[in-house]
Structures are given as structure tokens and as C-alpha cells.
């Protein structure tokens, strides 16, 4: 599966974005979708994933209450809608794709896209 995240940019603190992911080359309801971050000099984290009906998500505490995953499948595009942010959120963006079990959900992707630089100025 090919993936192709955007929606990346430059917003002030307290700011919202809204990331997409197209995906292309298998049906896209097979995957457990994800995002992820890498902020310079940091390791890569987890964000958020979504089941593939779209009926779970899961979050992890930094984000917690301001960013939300959903996913269109008849689009074949998986969302994060990133609202208050904090320099902190600085980061490259990655969407990622497994066709294994939803749990545990910050492990075990098989795909990724090639990321989208978020910037939150202060």
C-alpha cells in the first residue's frame, strides 16, 4: 500500500491543522491506520491510530483531548485534526498502515508515508 500524507505547515500556537493521508494500492478498509511524529533530534512516537470500521481510536496522553483521527474509507484517506497547538507539536508528520491486529495499537505498522512537517511557531 502506497501512502501520501499532507496538510502539513507553519501555525501559530493555540492554532489548528488538519493532516491527511491518501492511500492507494489495497482495499483501504483492511488497515489499521496510525499516525506518528518525529520532532528534531527525538525519537519517533506514536500519536493516534484508528481502527478500520473507524469505531476505535486511541490517543496518546500528549495529545489526548486536542488532535482527532477518523477515516474516510470510501475515500481511502485517513485524517488527524490537530487543534490547540504548542510548539511542542513540532514534528514530522507519518501516517502508517497495518493489516494486523488493531492491539496493541502504537505497534507493528507494515507501511508508512513519507511524512508532513508541521510547524508551531510560539
Known amino acids: 500500500v502506497q501512502l501520501q500524507a499532507s496538510g502539513g505547515g507553519l501555525v501559530q500556537a493555540g492554532g489548528s491543522l488538519r493532516l491527511s493521508c491518501a492511500a492507494s494500492?489495497?482495499?483501504?478498509?483492511?488497515?489499521?491506520m496510525g499516525w506518528f511524529r518525529q520532532a528534531p533530534g527525538r525519537e519517533r512516537e506514536f500519536v493516534a491510530t484508528i481502527s478500520r470500521s473507524g469505531s476505535s481510536t486511541y490517543y496518546a496522553n500528549s495529545v489526548k483531548g486536542r488532535f482527532t483521527i477518523s477515516r474516510d474509507n470510501a475515500e481511502n484517506t485517513v485524517y488527524l485534526q490537530m487543534n490547540s497547538l504548542t510548539p511542542e507539536d513540532t514534528a514530522v508528520y507519518y501516517c502508517?498502515?497495518?493489516?494486523?491486529?488493531?492491539?496493541?495499537?502504537?505497534?507493528?505498522?507494515?507501511?508508512w508515508g513519507q511524512g508532513t512537517l508541521v510547524t508551531v511557531s510560539s
Open positions: 502508517a498502515a497495518k493489516s494486523g491486529s488493531y492491539y496493541p495499537p502504537k505497534l507493528s505498522y507494515d507501511y
Open positions: 494500492g489495497r482495499t483501504f478498509s483492511d488497515w489499521v
